[in-house]
């Protein structure tokens, strides 16, 4: 049986690297002066965020093989925690109550689906 210290290092490396991921390549995209197929590949940081999602994907594949589909699939919207303290962080986009509660909610939901 795996441990629980296992399992969660798996959730946080899924979870914010699907996260970090999205928001690369937003990063990639927002600097780009124009929409090109030749400035996309040429983009360090349409690479990383590919590089991140991919990631996301592999250690996904591992906690759907280590949890009920019904417990790791729920557990994966911890993305959307990762995503709003990093786009607070990164991008600057302000907290409103409705964010701040929507995290509280998920954590909460997360908390209680994994028992």
């Known amino acids: 049986m ?18 970090a991921g999205a928001l ?5 995209m927002n600097d780009l002066p124009q929409l090109s197929l030749k400035l996309v590949l ?15 994907a592999v250690t996904n594949i591992a906690l759907l093989k280590l949890l009920d589909y019904s417990i790791a699939f729920p ?3 911890l993305t959307y925690v990762w995503t709003v303290i990093i786009s607070y962080f990164i991008f600057k986009e302000k907290l409103s109550v409705r964010k701040v509660l929507a995290v509280i909610l998920i954590i909460v939901g997360v908390f209680i689906i994994s028992q």
């Not at 795996?2 to 996260?19: C, D, E, K, M």
């Not at 040429?42 to 996301?56: A, E």
Request: aromatic share 14%; glycine share 10%; proline share 0%.
């Open 75 to 77: 557990m994966t919207s």
């Open 2 to 19: 795996t441990n629980y210290a296992t399992i969660l290092l798996i959730l946080v490396v899924t979870t914010f690297s699907g996260s």
């Open 42 to 56: 040429t983009n360090g940081w349409i690479y990383l965020g590919s590089f991140l999602y991919i990631l996301s």
């Open 24 to 28: 690369a390549l937003k990063k990639g």
